[in-house]
């Protein structure tokens, strides 16, 4: 089994900052990609910024500059540090992780329970 939980989410000002955190836990061999979506009332799921295990990153146009993710290895974690928050960053934030739990085994991918980040005006 596997967990992924994600942690930091609240309530903040327009143009204020926050820190998300998701943690990877159980039976992992080999992480591949810590990868952060999320998904605003009506609208689809959307990826917002990843990390892989090589140290590589990827974000969405409407996040880069500021936002910044980065990961641990050792922890199996990922963090989101997002600044100059805006009201339309409002959304539930959700941790994807690609993994397997075996050497040499397929892929899997496991979803966080999403955490609510609210920016208000």
């Known amino acids: 089994q596997v967990q992924v939980v994600e942690s930091g989410g609240g309530l903040v000002q327009s143009g204020g900052s926050l820190r998300l955190s998701c943690a990877a836990s159980?039976?992992?061999?080999?992480?591949?990609?810590m990868a952060w979506y999320r998904q605003a009332p009506g609208k689809q799921r959307e990826l917002v910024a990843e990390f892989s295990r090589g140290g590589g990153t990827n974000y969405a146009d409407s996040v880069k500059g500021r936002f910044a993710v980065s990961g641990d290895n050792v922890k199996n974690t990922v963090y989101l540090q997002m600044d100059s928050l805006k009201p339309e960053d409002t959304a539930v934030y959700y941790c994807?992780?690609?993994?397997?739990?075996?050497?040499?085994?397929?892929?899997?991918?496991?979803w966080g329970q999403g955490t609510q980040v609210t920016v208000s005006s």
């Open positions: 994807k992780v690609i993994l397997s739990t075996t050497p040499g085994g397929i892929q899997f991918q496991y």
């Open positions: 159980g039976r992992i061999f080999n992480i591949y990609t």
